[in-house]
């Protein structure tokens, strides 16, 4: 038995999602009853040479609706990255949360073979089979961004754990 490439990616990611927001929801409680201002927490890093927890937040959105819409053959959306609260970050996942549910299952059909070229900031190209930039590449880095936004959160003291990460409730 295979499983789809839509099956592989949208459900996971809308998890993935859904727990960020969670995670983000809880940060902000907790700055608000410990009555320390949301900035401590917006811009914490876990390291002086590391982005920022907004910036974490902002690239999980981006490889979400890249990752999909790039397998969907869909018109990617384009995200400005000026959010500065919890407010908007949270708006920011809705509004990926939004763009990924107008895929339809129909669109990642065969999206396993197609060629996925990519540009990443230099003039060199990759090419990568849907597949392999589903498993590896688009993932990886979702979840490397979804797990760094959770790490600072949590090492600056949020109260959270792995089945928060995870979404489970």
């Known amino acids: 038995m295979s499983i789809s490439m839509y099956a592989a990616s949208v459900p996971v990611i809308n998890q993935m999602l859904d727990s960020l927001s969670d995670v983000l929801k809880k940060a902000e409680d907790h700055a608000t009853a410990k009555n320390i201002p949301a900035e401590n927490y917006l811009q914490a890093r876990l390291f002086p040479d590391m982005l920022a ?6 690239i999980a ?8 819409g790039r397998l969907a053959q869909a018109e990617l959306p384009a995200y400005e990255d000026t959010e500065t609260s919890f407010a908007d ?3 920011r996942i809705a509004k990926t949360k939004a763009f990924i549910a107008t895929l339809d299952a129909a ?3 065969g999206s396993e073979g197609r060629n996925i070229v990519l540009r990443p900031g230099t003039p060199k190209e990759q090419t990568f089979s849907g597949q392999a930039y589903l498993l590896n590449y ?3 880095q ?11 959160l949590r090492h600056n003291g949020i109260e959270i754990g ?6 489970l409730r």
């Open 53 to 58: 927890l907004v910036r974490q937040v902002q």
């Open 61 to 68: 959105a981006d490889f979400a609706k890249g990752v999909t």
């Open 89 to 91: 970050l949270q708006a």
């Open 107 to 109: 669109q990642f059909e």
């Open 138 to 140: 688009g993932l990886p």
């Open 142 to 152: 979702f979840f490397f961004h979804v797990t760094t936004a959770y790490a600072i």
């Open 162 to 167: 792995k089945k928060d990460f995870m979404g």
